[in-house]
Structures are given as C-alpha cells and as structure tokens.
C-alpha cells in the first residue's frame, strides 16, 4: 500500500491550497483516510479525517474541507484562509481500524505518507 500527496507549496496568508492524497494497493471504502501535520516544535497533530462523516481539529474547523473520492481512493484537503500557523509537513494517512473516539489519533492508522511542505508567509 501507497500513499503519495500531492498539493503542498508557498502561500501568503489569506490565501488558499488544496492537497490531494492518492492510495495505491488497496481500497479503504470503509475506512478513514485522514490528515495530520507536524513541526519541529510541536508533536504530530490531527488535522481532519473522512469515514463516512468529516472530523477536524477545532485549529481548522471552519477554514478546511476534508472530502473523498472512493472511485479515485483519494482524499482531498482544501485549506482557505491558510496562517503562517498552519505551516507544517502534511501527512496522509489511512486505516480501517480505528473507531469514532480513535479517528483523530495517529495511532489508528496504519498507512502514511511521505509528506508534503505547506508554508504560509505572514
């Protein structure tokens, strides 16, 4: 199983970005598929998840969109008002054995992605 993002890059605060998150090698129809982020100073953190309804993190509720493709088994993240907060490596990330209280740790899930570097300049 593979899983590649697409998406990331520079962006001025304000301003909008939408990564994508294709996965090779099996499906995940009932499960999650998910984001999460990560900066030299702070931990992994969740960012949003799609299984059957959409999770975020209250940091991006409001400002991100989680939506998914099971034709394509791709996962998108549409981030708007993006803040120079937001800068982080994304991760891709799915599984099929977490429940609704798990979906947000990292732990759930057993297929991540390289990455990919979002900075937003203030």
């Known amino acids: 199983v593979q899983l590649q993002a697409f998406g990331g890059g520079l962006v001025q605060a304000g301003g909008s970005l939408r990564l994508s998150c294709a996965a090779s090698?099996?499906?995940?129809?009932?499960?999650?598929m998910g984001w999460f982020r990560q900066t030299p100073e702070k931990e992994r953190e969740f960012v949003a998840a799609?299984?059957?309804?959409?999770y975020y993190a209250a940091s991006v509720k409001g400002r991100f969109t989680i939506s998914r493709d099971n034709a394509k088994n791709t996962v998108y993240l549409q981030m708007n008002s993006l803040q120079p907060e937001d800068t982080a490596v994304y991760f891709c990330?799915?599984?099929?054995?977490?429940?609704?209280?798990?979906?947000?740790?990292?732990?759930?899930?057993?297929?991540w992605g390289p990455g990919t570097l979002v900075t937003v300049s203030s």
């Open positions: 090698g099996r499906t995940f129809r009932n499960g999650a």
């Open positions: 799609f299984r059957w309804y959409e």
């Open positions: 990330a799915a599984g099929d054995r977490m429940i609704a209280s798990t979906i947000k740790e990292g732990t759930a899930y057993d297929y």
